[in-house]
């Protein structure tokens, strides 16, 4: 059974569009993340949740907003989507949410815009 | 200066080589580090965390100099499969997990 899954794998779209991305973990972890790495191969935290509770919000625009309905499942969804927004989108969990843990990521959400 | 910094590379060596990655951080009360590494077009995996004293498992060690804000990963005995991406990690959150990601140093190792 996969630990972190994210649907979709990939995303194709158009400008202006909506559209969410989906994220279960059936760990038992208390902590879920997004990242985003982009062209150049960057991986930026976006945000993170700790039972529910956003925890990180990394400046990212509000045309992103994450949800959250149980500590299993971090869905985010994306508002009138530009160009710059193409990128891979990994899902993430950690066990506790403290310092020194493992994440473990998901196979990620390949995002174009076009 | 950037948060966490790498040598993108990408670093060619032959099988059987022993290759080193550096990666500096920019905040001095960080306290946790790690490498992970990623294959081409698949999801970050932890590679092994990086402890005050150095420590090593199998054919990698992994050192730490806070003094000069530094991290390193040595690979030794070089294996075709040790191709991939390697990302230097700090933790930069009080409190909480913030890893933030160095760019990463490409590997390639050939027969």
């Known amino acids: 059974d996969t630990a972190v899954s994210q649907t979709p794998k990939y995303l194709v779209t158009q400008m202006g569009n909506d559209k969410s991305i989906k994220c279960e973990q059936n760990?038992?972890?208390?902590?879920m993340y997004w990242y985003k790495q982009d062209s150049k191969k960057f991986l930026k935290i976006m945000f993170s949740y700790n039972n529910k509770e956003l925890i990180i919000n990394e400046t990212v625009p509000n045309r992103f907003s994450p949800k959250s309905p149980d500590k299993a499942h971090l869905n985010l969804h994306i508002n009138s989507l530009e160009l710059g927004d193409s990128a891979v989108y990994f899902c993430?969990?950690?066990?506790?949410?403290?310092?020194?843990?493992?994440?473990?990521f998901g196979s990620g959400t390949q995002l174009s815009v076009l | 200066r950037k948060e966490v910094e790498q040598d993108p590379g990408p670093f060619n060596v032959p099988e059987g080589a022993t290759v080193a990655f550096n990666c500096t951080y920019s905040?001095?009360?960080?306290?946790?580090f790690f490498w992970y590494r990623q294959d081409c077009r698949k999801e970050p995996k932890l590679l092994m965390s990086?402890?005050?004293s150095g420590n090593e498992d199998g054919r990698f060690t992994a050192q730490l100099n806070r003094a000069s804000q530094y991290i390193s990963l040595l690979i030794r005995d070089s294996k075709l499969s040790d191709s991939a991406t390697y990302l230097c990690v700090v933790n930069m959150g009080t409190g909480f997990q913030k890893l933030v990601f160095g760019t990463g140093t490409r590997l390639l190792v050939s027969p």
């Open positions: 993430a969990s950690s066990r506790t949410g403290s310092t020194n843990e493992k994440l473990f």
């Open positions: 905040n001095s009360a960080s306290q946790s």
């Open positions: 760990l038992g972890h208390d902590t």
């Open positions: 990086v402890y005050s």
